[in-house]
């Protein structure tokens, strides 16, 4: 039989595990956002301190893992109102709200002063940056108030190939700002074929995604329409000799990869409001090979540019 | 004011487990950030 003992219960509930802490830090978006770091890191011309290199990983993983902090501590309202997002330790009451804002904003502030002790003072800004656009313009200012929330927005997630760069070179070139508009046209259509599933989720919360506000089929149009504009964009940096045909060639395939899922999702069977008779299957393959395609079109960059 | 009401053993072990897990991450950031730091000191002593 379960004993009492001295402890209050009130303590338990606020005990938060390891594991809380570093939900609090979304580990699934970090991975993409170091990865395209690294890329952007290892394809700048130069050289950095294997040691340094690591450094400035760390940061912008901590620095991304920051920002989702203080987006968790914002957004812990409309959290609470999602399925997806309900179980996240504030709306779980598993982390008061100050803690996790705290945590952020110790973060944030550690990974760009050690940025910038590491590496340079344009990586450090360039991070702090980055930090500020996901909090204060997307988080705080866009997300609850247009359906464009995500178009701009995406510009926060675009940023760490030229941070990475910025960190080898100590300033911008022409391919890492190609990089970060690649990055920036592929946003919207990943993260509109997550809403056209999700829209219930969205609409619960009082969140003016584009599915909620403009529909389903303005919002496959508009998945397509940005993927058309991705697509040649993405072989601008082997057009301007910034890559070879390695990446051309991935990019190319990758493309029409992603213009293929597009269309599908475009196609989709569905009733006269739009709505998906197929439980949205296109959009969600279609959300599963964005990820594939950035990760790929970033690792061809790399392979590229190191051994090409 | 109403005290809290007391803690059953599972969970008092609950908790004694989660703190532990939170000490742990935390002496493996503190002991990460140590390590890097001086590393990052012996390169830029270095010039690198």
Known sequence: MAEPTSASAGAALSAASAGD?????????MTL???TGLVGLLVAPGRLHPVLAVAAIVCIAVAAGAAGAINMWYDRDIDAVMRRTCRRPIPAGRIEPAEALGFGIVLAAG????????????????????IAFYVFVYTMWLKRRTPENIVIGGAAGAFPPLIGWAAVTGGVQPLPLLLFAIIFLWTPPHFWCLALWADGDYARAGIPMLPVVAGAR??????LLYTLLLVPLSLLPWALGEAGVVYGGAAAALGLGFLLAAWRVLRDRQDARGVSLTGDAPAKA???FSIVYLFLLFAALAVDRLYG | MQPPPPLTREQSEDLRRRRRGRNLLLFSALLALALLFYAMSMVKLRGG
């Open chain 1, 21 to 29: 802490w570093l939900a609090l830090l979304k580990p699934r978006v």
């Open chain 1, 286 to 288: 279609a959300f599963r």
């Open chain 1, 111 to 130: 990974s760009v002063l050690v940025m910038a002790l590491a590496t340079n003072l344009v990586a450090a800004v360039l991070l702090a940056a980055s």
């Open chain 1, 33 to 35: 956002v170091v990865f």
């Open chain 1, 218 to 223: 303005a919002t496959r149009r508009r998945i």
